[in-house]
């Protein structure tokens, strides 16, 4: 009763704990209880595992394309991510998915390759990808899965590394049922914003957004969806709030695109600088 009481009390304190980040494309508050280096070091683990149990594409080709595509949208993020150690692995599936974990592991599986058309398409998928990745969801979401006592709350307090890895398996469907690590709604309507802002400062049409999921939707009509969208807003609500961002954002495609023609790089846009209030939050936070 004793350790039941004290485990309430962990999970009521944790939930009255303030945001402790933004996500600095949108200014959304999060509540996220784990470092960035922990985040990206559980990323790994789970990555080598998904490596391991499913089957790494030899194709030269398509790896070449997805490199390709990864980095040079990866490039335009615009600022730093230093336990981000990008990694661009094509899965030999049929399946329509790709995913992001933490710590920069990013898949695709060449059943979306292949349903895409175009290299835009693949990336503003890659840009989605990209842009879980940045907004720190996967460390969002495994807060929450601590917070709602997945696997318990007692961080700090009794959690060993192989607890916390399991937790962490658990809270993304890695093991058993691999290639779908599913996000929330909030999670992919973000990703979606951010991610189509990067593949534009890297130089990819924006406006292949809605004609890429144009396709899944026709596809989710005409039976069952892919798993890929089982966590993601309905169709028609996302493919209007693509077009919207994409007409928003062509500036910034030409701009890039000329840019690239040049011989220079693509586009990339400053990080904000934190507000007055949120650097007096970050001090009392640290206790400066």
């Known amino acids: 009763m004793k350790r039941l009481l ?35 070091s559980l990323g790994a683990q789970a990555f080598a595992q998904i490596k391991q149990e499913e089957r790494v594409s030899t194709d030269p080709a398509v790896n070449a394309r997805i490199q390709r595509i990864g980095k040079r949208v990866a490039a335009a993020v615009g600022r730093d991510l230093p336990n981000a150690q990008w990694e661009f692995v094509v899965f030999d599936s049929d399946q329509i998915n790709a995913f992001a974990l933490p710590g920069g592991k990013i898949g695709f599986y060449t059943g979306l390759i292949n349903l895409a058309d175009s290299d835009d398409e693949i990336a503003v998928v890659m ?6 990745v940045t907004s720190r969801h ?8 601590m917070l709602l006592g997945l696997g318990g709350v007692a961080l700090g307090m009794s959690m060993r590394n192989n607890e916390y890895r ?9 093991g058993g049922t691999l290639g779908v690590l599913a996000y929330s709604r909030e999670h992919e309507t973000e990703a979606d914003e951010v991610g189509l802002r990067f593949a534009a400062r890297a130089g990819y049409d924006p406006r292949a957004a809605v004609t890429f999921w144009t396709k899944m939707a026709e596809r989710e009509s005409g039976g069952r969806p892919p798993r890929f969208l089982s966590t993601h807003p309905p169709s028609q609500e996302r493919i209007a709030n693509l077009r919207r961002l994409a007409a928003e ?5 030409e701009q890039a695109k000329a ?30």
């Not at 399991?166 to 890695?174: E, H, K, N, Q, R």
């Open 127 to 132: 840009g989605h990808e990209i842009a879980h």
């Open 6 to 40: 004290a485990l309430l009390g962990a999970a009521l304190a944790l939930m009255s704990m303030p945001a402790c980040t933004t996500v600095q494309e949108t200014g959304r508050r999060q509540v996220i209880l784990m470092s960035a280096a922990e985040e990206a």
């Open 166 to 174: 399991d937790l962490f398996m658990t809270a993304y469907g890695v």
């Open 249 to 253: 954002l062509m500036p910034v495609y």
């Open 138 to 145: 996967g460390a969002e979401r495994q807060s929450q899965a």
């Open 259 to 288: 840019n690239l023609a040049m011989g220079g790089a693509p586009a990339r846009a400053p990080a904000p600088a934190a507000t007055a209030n949120e650097q007096q939050e970050l001090n009392r936070f640290l206790g400066r």
